[in-house]
Structure formats: C-alpha cells, structure tokens
C-alpha cells in the first residue's frame, strides 16, 4: 500500500513545485523519502520471513508413514505380513 503513498506524495510535490511553493515542495519530498524507507524495511522483514520458514520447513525431519519410531518402512512392513508389531532398532 505504499506505493499509493508515494505516488500521491510525489505527485503532489510536483505540483508544489509547479505552483512554486517550494516549503510544501520540500516537506512532499521528505515524506516520500521516509515511505521509500518504510516500504525498504518491509520488504527486508518480508523477505527474511519467507527466508526463515524455507528453512525451518526444510529442516522438519520426513515422517515415513506406516513406520514405527526407530524402525525403517521394510522391516515394519515384513513384521505387519506377519501379523507382530515391528521392534525398533
């Protein structure tokens, strides 16, 4: 939503200046400064967000469905043919 910011800030600092008001022409100018650096710090916290969950989502263990803890998908699988339980390890 910044951008209407600076588009309305900007457009009225052009105006401003057309008319010759230079005060309101310089004023126009720092406020679209300081939304330029707003929209910047937001898009740094966006972008490290985004960063953040990449990796922890990379770094969630895979779950093999079917599988007791500590025991690999074959070796439960044999022990369900058999009709037991798999022992882990």
Do not use: F
């Amino acid at each position: 939503m910044t951008r209407y910011g600076i588009t309305e800030c900007h457009t009225a600092g052009v105006c401003a200046k057309a008319l010759g008001a230079k005060g309101d022409q310089a004023k126009l100018k720092t406020d679209t400064k300081e939304i330029h650096g707003g929209n910047a710090c937001m898009s740094t916290l966006a972008d490290t967000s985004a960063t953040l969950k990449a990796k922890a989502k990379a770094e969630q263990p895979t779950v093999r469905v079917g599988a007791a803890p500590g025991t690999t998908l074959p070796t439960a699988k044999r022990a369900a043919d058999q009709g037991r339980r798999p022992k882990p390890g």
